[in-house]
């Protein structure tokens, strides 16, 4: 098969045939169905456990919010915001809905104009605006007098859903607003990053990891890729008794490995299928894009060689150089190791994570042919009973 078919189980693994997974809404949701008529969908057994908040670098676990007193909409709509891949908290009135967004990180507040005992959504409008300016508030509402959409949009409403409305244009209505708000938060970081760089080179691995964190947010499905190929590195390192200097650059190296993504599009990391051959060529600069990013930085000198050689293979068939044998970095190997075994373990767009068993045999199929042999015997003995190496079954 091309290379434009086979590179989506990650470019880590691109020259394994991995089928992909259907991502389309399930048999019980369907696409065409109106989200104010939940008949035959099962309410969610629990609201999801509470994440992180504050911190940019969780933004990826953030979480959308419905509020909706109406049981099987705010149900419904929550499952089905689930389904693709989004954390969900669901509140039934305005006190619920306050105290999750005292308490979590929210992505976006989805909020149903009329309330029972007289609440209004637009109340809650005025307080999140008042408090999170940047945090999109979309009103839903059964009325489908003009004058509702209007007046919500005059008071800072970022959209206006009428009931019942498909699961198509709910889904386009929170994926447009989730990447506002990632863009905002990603501009507000890089020019941060700017500022500082220039005056204080000795801090800026912080922001380097700071920016390596933007970039595994373009996707929910690569949230925490970088922080666990980053501990799997380490954790190899050790399994191969090389100093703690050396493995603590390797730790970084795994951190940092795909800080060249912040050049390529959300369209191309997202895609739920195989990438054409122009996709893949542009996926496949994220290397030299990552190394132009450290040049000019001394301190990060050291870690190059990691984030330009990681897709290296020791047959000469990776890139960006096509580098063979050893020519390739030790390190680089050691953050190609953990990176293949991330991405096949984990969920993606397009396929569901391997089994512990088959990501072992698959990772030990490329034994001499893309990473030394004796690199995969350390790695697989290193992972028994390592809670990082098990397969991540959410996104």
């Not at 035959?40 to 953030?62: C, F, H, I, M, N």
């Not at 970081?189 to 947010?217: G, H, K, P, Y």
């Amino acid at each position: 098969m091309s290379d434009a078919t086979t590179n989506r189980s990650d470019e880590a693994l691109s020259s394994l045939a991995v089928p992909p997974a259907c991502v389309n809404a399930p048999a019980d949701l369907d696409a065409e169905s109106p989200a104010g008529a939940p008949a035959g969908v099962d309410p969610l057994s629990a609201t999801p456990a509470p994440t992180e908040q504050g911190e940019w670098t969780k933004l990826q676990r953030s979480a959308v919010l419905v509020v909706d007193d109406d049981y099987g909409v705010r149900n419904t709509v929550s499952r089905f915001l689930q389904r693709e891949g989004y954390e969900v908290l669901a509140a039934e009135n305005l006190t619920e809905a306050r105290d999750h967004l005292h308490n979590h990180d929210i992505l976006v507040v989805l909020a149903d104009i009329t309330l029972k005992g007289g609440e209004n959504g637009l109340e809650f409008l005025h307080e999140v605006r008042a408090a999170r300016p940047n945090l999109d508030v979309m009103m839903m509402t059964a009325h489908s007098d003009l004058d509702y959409a209007v007046e919500a949009l005059k008071q800072g409403a970022y959209d206006y859903l009428t009931k019942p409305f498909p699961f198509e244009l709910l889904k386009a209505a929170v994926n447009r607003a989730v990447e506002r708000r990632r863009y905002v938060e990603r501009e507000a970081m890089l020019d941060l990053l700017e500022e500082r760089r220039a005056t204080d080179e000795e801090n800026v691995e912080q922001f380097m990891v700071s920016l390596a964190s933007i970039t595994d947010a373009k996707s929910h499905f690569t949230a925490r890729h970088s922080a666990r190929v980053a501990d799997l590195s380490r954790l190899l390192a050790e399994a191969m008794g090389l100093d703690d200097d050396t493995i603590a650059r390797v730790t970084l190296g795994g951190r940092l490995h795909d800080i060249g993504k912040i050049g390529v599009s959300e369209m191309i990391i997202e895609k739920a299928g195989p990438l054409t051959r122009d996709e893949f060529e542009i996926m496949k600069r994220h290397p030299s894009i990552g190394d132009d990013l450290l040049a000019p930085i001394r301190t990060m000198q050291e870690l190059r060689p990691m984030v330009r050689w990681h897709h290296e293979s020791l047959d000469g068939t990776g890139y960006p150089d096509g580098l063979k044998g050893d020519l390739i970095p030790v390190e680089a190997m050691i953050v190609k190791v953990a990176d293949i075994w991330e991405a096949i373990t984990s969920r993606r767009p397009y396929r569901e994570p391997m089994s512990l068993e088959v990501a072992a045999k698959t990772l030990a199929a490329e034994a001499g042919r893309r990473v030394p042999a004796d690199m995969v015997d350390a790695f697989l003995q290193a992972i028994e009973g390592a809670p990082i190496a098990l397969p991540i079954v959410a996104a």
